[in-house]
T-cell receptor, first 113, second 112 residues
Framework: EAGVAQSPRYKIIEKRQSVAFWCNPI?????LYWYQQILGQGPKLLIQ????????DSQLPKDRFSAERLKGVDSTLKIQPAKLEDSAVYLC???????????FGPGTRLLVL | AQSVTQPDIHITVSEGASLELRCNYS??????LFWYVQSPGQGLQLLLK??????LVQGIKGFEAEFKRSQSSFNLRKPSVHWSDAAEYFC??????????FGQGTTLQVKP
């Protein structure tokens, strides 16, 4: 079984630029999560999708972050414009509808200069 | 509010020695608890989870954890540590929507 795929793996941008990350969950997984992991901290949920609907986006900075999951499969997370404090690893995870232990992708490491 | 505390930021043990990583949680209902491991540059891998039943949970790679409701704890243990266990370990609790709330993490260093 293929795991959660993410791209790119690394990205370096300057502040005020925009960036997008892509995630392909495990086939058949209805629930998709985006977590932000700042260096030295545990991951923090940004947004949770159930199929193509949003379950929780309470900690998503909506003035600059956006996410979509068209057709309930792949997802894209965008930051526009980026700030220095957005430097982090962005982890995508997926799970079946009834599971509580998601599978995590390798993450995208973002550095904002 | 739900929260997870991992009191030890960094732990060093000798190879072959036993290991215990501490985790305390705050959650109103019966918690769903997890331990994940993260090697440098890698994503998170699930070691074990507790949903209900036997309070001593066995996981992969020889790890186990014990749920103690009276102490609000879910400590991770391993009887004999290998050099390959050096990594960062995260304890987490799940909300009723499946969202995971993570602790700050404990970095494990293994001395030869």
């Amino acid at each position: 079984e293929a795991g959660v795929a993410q791209s790119p793996r690394y990205k370096i941008i300057e502040k005020r630029q925009s960036v997008a990350f892509w995630c392909n969950p495990i086939s058949g997984h209805a629930t998709l999560y985006w977590y932000q992991q700042i260096l030295g901290q545990g991951p923090k949920l940004l947004i949770q999708f159930q199929n193509n609907g949003v379950v929780d986006d309470s900690q998503l900075p909506k003035d600059r972050f956006s996410a979509e999951r068209l057709k309930g499969v792949d997802s894209t997370l965008k930051i526009q414009p980026a700030k220095l404090e957005d430097s982090a690893v962005y982890l995508c995870a997926s799970s079946t509808r009834t599971a509580y232990s998601p599978y995590f992708g390798p993450g995208t490491r973002l550095l904002v200069l | 509010a739900q929260s997870v505390t991992q009191p030890d930021i960094h732990i060093t043990v000798s190879e072959g020695a036993s290991l215990e990583l501490r985790c305390n949680y705050s959650y109103g209902a019966t918690p769903y608890l997890f331990w994940y491991v993260q090697s440098p540059g890698q994503g998170l891998q699930l070691l074990l989870k507790y949903f209900s039943g036997d309070t001593l949970v066995q996981g992969i790679k020889g790890f186990e954890a014990e749920f103690k409701r009276s102490q609000s704890s879910f400590n991770l243990r391993k009887p004999s540590v290998h050099w390959s266990d050096a990594a960062e370990y995260f304890c987490a609790v799940a909300s009723n929507t499946g969202k995971l709330i993570f602790g700050q993490g404990t970095t494990l260093q293994v001395k030869p």
